[in-house]
């Protein structure tokens, strides 16, 4: 249970899809002129997700790993289909799409018309392969992770997409510098906001651990590059702030 | 010469400055941002680009008449998908510890919007030749942007370019580490690539305010 909650958070916000590894950036950024659509557009994200993941999980396990195979028979036992995967991932997320398109079509054509061309294009979000095959580099053990780590990753990418869509709308009435309006204004947010969410990093260390980076690709990048001086004051800080907790809660108790 | 006339010229030309796929397109940005902390990965995720797109706009292109309209989006992600699974074991077997660095960003090549922007906008109607070029010169348009936000983000961010140090060594404090000079640490962060292409844009509208949009 513990696990599940931990990773529901950490996907939300320590690895957010938009502001940790800028998964999903393209309609981020094309579809976020309204609230209305970024909504719309959010929520098929986490359909697709929550679909797609557990799906790509299941043939992982069950035919791309190194010995998958072997419940075919002892025979199979080291067949290694991995290079398989990509084509794999997206036939299953192709046809996904294809189905919340016909859905969405279906009951909502207010929806359908407003997302226009962006609702195929969710095939090729790259928040939606990325987090198959995020879900594949972190070996996510079970089935019931994996379908917790697909709704949690939607739910991250409709959060940024929504707080872009909120400023976007209000930024209209401010007065941007020309040559930085519309694209340019919105990177730069999306910066900073991504600064913001970097915080959120503290929240499940504990404080016990020297506070990893971030941990997912990214991270094997920042280790190599991080001068060691910086990293020797971040555990410093770390460790102080852990005694002056304990010393806190001491005098309490 | 009667290989690249005036407009073919313009076709590779066209998006390294005016039609960026990057900065004027807002194609490509997902995959690209988180791999430029260091110099090297940009030029390899660039060269994997340039490889990927030249050739599927040249496939795309030559079954163009073939493709019903109706899957045409399934052909073109196999399309893809076979290609980016060629750079993606060319990569580990020749260059493993970068193909780690790279992590599952090679396989994002697929849902490069680029990719199926310019299949969809370009190699579905024109002939082979003129989509190799059109190709070829989007995904340099993507690596020029590339190449220069990781040049700013490890020189500024960990002082080398291409892993050689170029401030000198900032343990041993030497050449401009004597002067006091420090790291900036926030380059190597994610946010600072968004950062550092916003300016970008901005440089480049500046320069060019045709390109400047509404609000």
Request: with cysteine; charged share 15%.
């Amino acid at each position: 249970m513990l696990e599940h909650i931990e990773l529901f958070f950490k996907s939300i916000f320590i690895d957010n899809m938009v502001f940790a590894v800028f998964l999903g950036m393209c309609s981020y950024l094309a579809v976020s002129k309204k609230v209305a659509t970024a909504v719309g557009l959010g929520a098929a994200v986490i359909f697709v997700l929550a679909v797609t993941v557990p799906l790509n999980w299941l043939l992982d396990k069950y035919l791309l790993q190194d010995g998958a195979l072997v419940w075919l028979g002892e025979e199979y036992a080291d067949y290694n289909l991995g290079f398989l995967s990509f084509i794999l991932f997206i036939a299953t997320i192709a046809t996904m799409v294809q189905l919340v398109e016909i859905i969405v079509e279906k009951f909502s054509p207010s929806l359908y018309n407003s997302l226009g061309i962006f609702l195929p294009l969710i095939a090729v979000n790259c928040a939606i392969l990325g987090g198959s095959l995020f879900m594949q580099a972190r070996e996510i053990a079970t089935l019931g992770l994996a379908l917790n780590y697909g709704v949690s990753s939607g739910i991250g990418w409709f959060l940024a997409i929504l707080a872009i869509a909120a400023i976007r709308e209000k930024i209209r009435y401010s007065n941007v510098p020309a040559p930085l309006r519309g694209l340019g204004i919105t990177f730069i947010i999306t910066g900073l906001m991504g600064i913001g969410f970097q915080s959120f990093g503290g929240m499940l260390t504990g404080g016990d651990d020297a506070p990893a980076p971030v941990e997912d690709t990214t991270a094997e990048v920042l280790e190599k590059v991080e001068a060691p001086v910086l990293e020797e004051g971040e555990i410093k800080k770390e460790e102080l702030e852990e005694n002056e907790v304990s010393y806190n809660d001491l005098t309490q108790k | 010469m009667a290989l690249l006339t005036k407009k073919d010229a313009g076709l590779i030309l066209d998006p390294l400055a005016d039609n960026n796929p990057i900065t004027i397109q807002v194609l490509g940005i997902c995959s690209a941002l988180a791999i430029t902390a260091e110099l090297e990965a940009s030029i390899v995720m660039s060269i994997a680009v340039v490889f990927v797109l030249g050739v599927g706009n040249v496939v795309i292109s030559l079954m163009r008449n073939i493709i019903p309209s109706k899957i045409r989006i399934i052909v073109q992600l196999i399309v893809v998908a076979t290609l980016v699974i060629i750079v993606d074991q060319v990569l580990k077997a020749y260059a493993y510890q970068l193909s780690k660095t790279l992590g599952a960003f090679v396989g994002l090549i697929i849902t490069n919007c680029i990719i199926m922007g310019r299949f969809e906008a370009f190699a579905l109607a024109n002939g082979p030749w003129k989509s190799f070029l059109d190709g070829i010169g989007n995904a340099l348009g993507y690596g020029v942007i590339l190449i220069i936000v990781g040049f700013f983000r490890e020189l500024l961010g960990s002082g080398t370019l291409l892993g050689y140090p170029v401030f000198g060594d900032p343990i041993m404090k030497t050449g401009l580490y004597a002067t006091g000079y420090e790291n900036n640490g926030f380059m190597i962060i994610p946010p600072a690539a968004l950062i550092v292409v916003g300016i970008i844009i901005w440089v480049q509208r500046s320069r060019n305010p045709v390109l400047v949009e509404e609000n």
